[in-house]
């Protein structure tokens, strides 16, 4: 546990099914796959390796009653203190998570309950001893997530908390539009982006220029690039550019979960954003590992 306080993360817990398989799918027919399931969804994956990396964290979510018991049970063994709100009609959000040969991976996404988080599922006793709120992009899609988001960030801003968002999905980006996701982080005052999620809410190709752009409006932004490290900016002007570290890829699902999980973990106890960009590199690495979007 650090001694800044909690972390309280809000967003999806997801039922991964991962399907390992060759060089590319031929359609139309049979293909061979190794098949696991595992624990995910963004948030939550992000809640596990912040408490891997030592902090204190609590999650909400909204699960079917289907798996609550064993999310919550996942959740538990990783050091996360879950919240899970149980939706009375839908079941827990699906993933299937096609993995190629070069450890990518390509997502078929079921939302499910995770879909109807929502302000009714607030509590402002969450905040209680939190010192940071760090929300999925993933609660940003739907319009009651959003909702939610409101009263998050007002309750943190409110009691003075840092905020964080990880864009989470450029195709939900897309669809949203980057102009009204950026308008629904409003307050945040750390943006924690891929590569593809800051070229898409910049609209600009080059990684230095779209983190310096973000951090101008926002305070900081990190930009992941996977194999390739990050880069670290604030207000508007580049702070640190990390290698990343050496790894053997075997799985790229929730690395930039995991990236994001230490590197929050690690602001928690007092690290600057260059000594955290570097413990997110690290967790990052450890990531790619092992299959699935959890620690091992």
């Not at 061979?32 to 596990?48: C, E, K, L, Q, Y």
Request: charged share 15%; net charge negative; glycine share 10%.
């Amino acid at each position: 546990m650090t001694a800044g306080g909690a972390l309280l993360v809000i967003g999806d817990v997801v039922t991964d099914v991962v399907a390992l398989h060759g060089p590319a799918l031929t359609p139309h027919t049979d293909n061979a796959a190794r098949t696991t399931v595992r624990p995910g969804g963004s948030a939550a994956n992000t809640a596990a390796w912040a408490a891997r990396s030592g902090a204190e964290v609590r999650l909400l979510s909204r699960v079917g009653a289907d798996s609550a018991d064993w999310h919550r049970a996942e959740l538990l063994a990783t050091g996360v203190r879950p919240h899970l709100v149980l939706d009375p009609e839908l079941p827990t959000a699906v993933v299937i998570s096609l993995v190629d040969a070069a450890a990518e991976r390509t997502f078929v996404t079921d939302s499910g309950a995770a879909a109807r988080l929502g302000p009714e599922d607030w509590d402002p006793a969450l905040l209680e001893g939190a010192a940071r709120l760090h929300l999925s992009g993933y609660l940003l899609f739907t319009e009651p997530g959003r909702r939610l988001a409101v009263l998050a960030l007002a309750a943190a801003r409110a009691r003075g908390l840092p905020i964080s968002v990880d864009p989470a999905s450029t195709a939900f980006l897309q669809r949203l539009g980057p102009a009204a996701f950026l308008a629904a982080v409003t307050g945040a005052e750390l943006l924690l982006p891929n590569l593809a999620e800051a070229q898409l809410l910049t609209g600009t190709s080059d990684p230095v220029t779209a983190a310096e752009h973000l951090s101008a409006s926002y305070g900081e932004a990190v930009v992941k690039l996977g194999h390739q490290g990050a880069l670290a900016a604030r207000h508007g002007t580049l702070v640190a550019r990390i290698p990343a570290v050496p790894a053997s890829p075997v799985d790229t699902t929730g690395a930039g979960d995991a990236f994001s999980g230490a590197f929050l973990a690690a602001r928690l106890a007092g690290a600057d954003l260059t000594e955290a960009t570097t413990a997110g590199c690290r967790a990052g690495a450890a990531a790619v590992t092992t299959v699935g979007g959890r620690p091992a």
